[in-house]
């Protein structure tokens, strides 16, 4: 019997390009001063959980394609929302154009992410995208608190 795959690459990306989206959309509508200071119950204000996803996804993937290892490090400059949707944006970018320079077979392979996590790439960048939406339900439990509606979470478009 011949083996399919669920899914290829490409639907992948667009998978996490989706959810990347509706991130965005709650990143944008944080007021300024609670996207930096706003939290409930010792949690991390929701631009940290910004700047990790973008910790994680650019040079996670830098690694992939180069076969390099780098350690783990969140950018502590941006300081306002226009920079964390700059950051945010040119990400995305960039998301995609190192997805096109990973090989289909290299998603099976191990790599030592951020020389922690030894894991094949396929399942590190699920955790990419698995992490995301855990911690984006945490900015959804915010703005509900703030009195903001968050976006339907199927709004990935």
């Known amino acids: 019997m011949e083996k399919?795959?669920?899914?290829?690459?490409?639907?992948?990306?667009?998978?996490w390009q989706g959810h990347r989206n509706l991130t965005r959309k709650v990143i944008e509508l944080f007021p300024?001063?609670?996207?930096?200071?706003?939290?409930?119950?010792?949690?991390?204000?929701?631009?940290?959980?910004?700047k990790e996803f973008l910790a994680i996804a650019v040079p996670g993937l830098k690694e992939f394609v180069s076969d390099t290892t780098k350690p783990f490090e969140e950018d502590h400059?941006?300081?306002?929302?226009?920079?964390?949707?700059q950051a945010w944006d040119e990400a995305t970018v960039a998301i995609s154009d190192l997805w096109s320079h990973i090989p289909h077979e290299?998603?099976?392979e191990m790599n030592?992410?951020?020389?922690?996590y030894n894991f094949p790439v396929?399942?590190?960048?699920?955790?990419?995208i698995d992490n995301e939406?855990?911690?984006?339900?945490?900015?959804?439990?915010?703005?509900?608190?703030?009195?903001?509606?968050?976006?339907?979470?199927?709004?990935?478009?």
């Open 133 to 157: 939406i855990h911690h984006r339900g945490q900015g959804y439990v915010y703005l509900r608190a703030l009195g903001i509606e968050p976006p339907f979470f199927w709004e990935r478009n």
């Open 32 to 50: 300024e001063k609670e996207l930096f200071e706003f939290s409930i119950g010792g949690m991390r204000p929701f631009s940290e959980m910004v």
């Open 77 to 85: 400059q941006l300081k306002t929302k226009a920079q964390l949707l």
């Open 122 to 128: 396929i399942d590190n960048i699920q955790y990419f």
């Open 4 to 15: 399919t795959a669920i899914l290829t690459p490409e639907e992948l990306l667009k998978n």
């Open 106 to 108: 290299k998603f099976r």
């Open 112 to 116: 030592n992410l951020f020389g922690q």
